[in-house]
């Protein structure tokens, strides 16, 4: 360490170019391949069986989610100016070149309305022009009511609103899409008509819109925060600059990096920013406050011994500080969630390099700029620090059976929080229930079946199984059952609705025979007869060309995982049943893939627990030479966690993308304040060799250090309140919280068993 000490000391300038003129590459690296990720396949392990086997029904089956417009006039849609203004929209949605064809837009306008003539079946229009006269309105309505697989469907029951559905092309959506649709929206709305947009895409649009714009407000944010806490903390300008400056380029280095390599920025990534900034000045707060205590200490030192000494002292617990805050991140690699991943790697790596910059980049600017600025504090604060040490230390020694007990009591009560747990992956959720897309969703859902779609594939063992009416009934009993036990089911569309619709249009339009009809033959002539009226490819969208595959949809009021978790549970019961038909029951398409998503999330977070709890404690049994040491490590973080978790049961906030990274934050974080706490200890034991008079003057330099560390960096991830979406919120407040925990369990729990089990002064040392 001499070696690059004084390597440091030599050659500063040519350390601050170098350092320049990387952050100038990365920067020009961020605004050349800056791109936004919102699609949620790109979330997903492509190589996962779930997602394989969706993706191949979706393409079997042209399952995509679909933008929904939907049109709204309060005294009735069954008029001239709204009905031409749905023909116009659809009309308009049909030239946009992210739309592949005709058939990918459904309206009142584009629906088939299967009815009855004199030479068997008709598949006509609703409409080819619109309708102006009472008469013709009329009759458009009673049409539309007859009809089962358009009434409540694209016209609600009440009749003041009809939806258009939209499906584009696999990784089309964009923000210029997103604005032309709102565009459209406003031209149509007025006249008593309101335009309300919906739909996934439209919710992962929104959140490509608003992820930038919510990075734009944090960060500035944070870094006002943090320049005048740490000005507080450190009494100097130049202190201030310098310690910003690291935490500043190595986030720069960061992400030029990672566009460099053609990663995208996702919603969970754009954290990294706030995050390195509150974690990153944590080096240089314990390097200047050791630096500044020195020179308090030892006015007469010249500046390049304060540099030695600082490096000296300090290069181990800094180096281990980062090391394990890396890899609290880096045990999120265990998730199989594609922006988890990229979080773990490049939070990683930008406190490792925030750690380098630390090392070098602020001795070498303190050999360049001088300690002119770097005061010794006045006496009377010094005395003020010794005298508040000392009587927290007798706070904690001389009740140390009342802060056990406290603790106990804390972690049962979290620990039964734990219990309380729930995985939520819905993307509107992050949203605040005042943002308009809540609201469209919400209107959406009410007039409607529903956004949300999960897609059952049913698969036979031979041709025709879905014109046998014993698969068929079986199928139309589990759709009735589930629409009757959950709310939250809009409803179902499978063959089924055809041939019911058939049936009934064949037998003088009665409704006692929507039913499925017995006749395996006739069902076979229906279909055909289909075909032969020229039917449109819908049909396929529910059932594949030789009738042994079907797609059974299923579309919720909701995308909450409880709900999804609950439907596929109830669904998969029926297995059985349809196994003795030889019928195989699987699913797909995007409320399903919600659904795996959060127990890769659920089964990750447990991986990475695992994994960064083992590994911290092999780097400081490894740092202290003692497995005791690396043990009693582990305890402030311990108790962090527990109570982290138990905060989101207790409150009943859900494990998503976002707040799944607490327990890497707080372990990767948290554990700071453990490592300089006792290597301080441990030189203070070998200096004193007394116990009460160790936990004094560690108090006095590390304690303080972390207490200024931990106010810092809370500031810094309250910041996250002032988020656009929920989660950040939640995590900016847990983590918060998680800071404070650790800072506390550090200097009462952890130092009561240090001081109780004579860590560093046993008899044979």
């Not at 108790?639 to 138990?646: A, L, V």
């Amino acid at each position: 360490m001499k070696k690059i000490t004084e390597f440091v000391i030599k050659n500063s300038i040519l350390i601050v170019i170098t350092t320049i003129i990387l952050t100038i590459i990365s920067l020009y690296s961020i605004k050349q391949n800056v791109y936004i990720e919102t699609d949620l396949d790109k979330y997903m392990p492509e190589d996962h069986p779930a997602f394989k086997y969706s993706d191949k029904a979706e393409e079997m089956f042209d399952i995509r989610d679909a933008i929904m417009i939907a049109i709204e006039n309060k005294k009735g849609i069954y008029n001239y100016t709204t009905l031409k203004k749905i023909k116009s929209l659809t009309k308009e949605l049909q030239k946009l070149d992210e739309i592949e064809d005709k058939d990918d837009i459904l309206s009142l306008y584009t629906a088939d309305n299967i009815i009855a003539n004199e030479e068997g079946l008709e598949i006509e229009r609703f409409f080819k022009k619109v309708p102006k006269t009472k008469e013709k309105l009329e009759n458009l309505r009673k049409n539309v009511r007859n009809n089962e697989m358009i009434y409540r469907r694209l016209v609600s029951e009440d009749e003041t609103a009809s939806v258009i559905m939209a499906k584009i092309k696999d990784n089309s959506f964009s923000d210029s899409l997103y604005n032309e649709i709102n565009s459209l929206a406003s031209k149509y709305s007025g006249d008593g008509d309101k335009i309300y947009v919906a739909g996934q895409p439209i919710v992962e649009g929104m959140m490509g819109s608003l992820m930038p714009k919510d990075m734009q407000k944090m960060f500035p944010l944070v870094l006002l925060l943090i320049l005048i806490v740490l000005f507080i903390t450190l009494r100097s300008v130049k202190g201030t600059i310098i310690t910003l400056l690291v935490v500043l380029i190595s986030t720069v280095w960061t992400f030029g990096l990672m566009l460099f390599l053609g990663y995208p920025i996702y919603a969970i990534t754009t954290l990294i920013p706030v995050m390195l900034i509150a974690i990153g000045v944590a080096d240089g707060i314990h390097l200047y406050n050791h630096i500044m205590l020195q020179h308090h200490n030892n006015p007469d030192i010249s500046k390049r011994n304060l540099i030695r000494d600082m490096i000296k002292e300090m290069w181990v617990p800094v180096m281990m500080t980062s090391v394990t805050t890396a890899i609290g991140f880096l045990s999120l690699l265990s998730s199989e969630v594609y922006p988890i991943k990229y979080f773990a790697v490049f939070t990683g790596l930008g406190v490792m390099f925030a750690m380098l910059l630390s090392l070098i980049f602020i001795p070498a600017m303190i050999n360049i700029f001088g300690l002119s600025k770097i005061k010794a504090k006045k006496s009377g604060e010094q005395e003020f620090f010794k005298k508040h040490a000392k009587d927290f230390t007798d706070l904690v020694i001389n009740h140390r059976k009342i802060w056990i007990t406290l603790t106990v009591i804390v972690l049962l009560i979290f620990g039964y929080g734990i219990s309380k747990v729930w995985i939520n992956s819905s993307f509107l959720a992050r949203f605040p229930s005042s943002n308009p897309i809540v609201e469209t969703d919400k209107f959406v859902n009410d007039k409607f079946a529903g956004t949300t779609t999960i897609n059952v594939i049913l698969e036979g063992n031979k041709k025709d199984e879905f014109k046998d009416p014993v698969v068929l009934s079986l199928m139309d009993k589990m759709a009735k059952d589930i629409d009757v036990k959950y709310k939250e089911v809009g409803g179902s569309l499978s063959v089924n609705d055809f041939i019911k619709r058939m049936n009934k249009v064949l037998n003088e339009d009665r409704q006692k025979m929507y039913k499925i009809p017995d006749n395996k033959n006739l069902i076979a002539q229906y279909f055909l007869l289909y075909e032969m009226s020229g039917g449109s490819d819908r049909l396929w969208e529910v059932v594949d060309e030789n009738f042994k595959t079907a797609n059974l949809r299923f579309q919720l009021k909701t995308d909450n995982s409880k709900t999804l978790n609950s439907l596929i549970k109830s669904i998969e019961s029926y297995k059985p049943e349809f196994k003795k038909l030889g019928v195989d029951l699987n699913f797909a398409g995007g409320g399903y893939k919600l659904l795996v998503f959060s127990d890769l999330i659920l089964e990750g977070q447990i991986r990475s627990l695992f994994f960064s709890f083992i590994i911290v404690i092999i780097l400081l049994s490894i740092m202290f030479k003692s497995i005791k040491t690396g043990l009693i490590g582990v305890i402030p973080i311990t108790i962090t966690t527990i109570i982290s978790f138990g905060v989101l049961g207790l409150f009943n906030i859900p494990l998503e993308t976002t707040t799944a990274l607490i327990s890497s934050i707080a372990i990767g974080i948290g554990i700071d304040y453990a490592v300089h706490f006792i290597d301080r200890y441990k030189k203070n034991a070998l200096n004193t060799g007394d116990k009460y008079i160790t936990v004094i003057k560690t108090m006095e330099h590390s304690g303080r250090a972390i207490a200024f560390n931990a106010v810092v960096v809370i500031l810094g991830f309250l910041v996250l309140i002032f988020s656009e979406f929920k989660p950040n919120i939640a995590l900016g407040a847990i983590v918060s919280l998680n800071m404070l925990t650790s800072f506390i369990g550090t200097v009462t729990i952890m130092l009561i068993i240090m001081y109780s089990t004579n860590l560093y002064f046993n008899k044979n040392k």
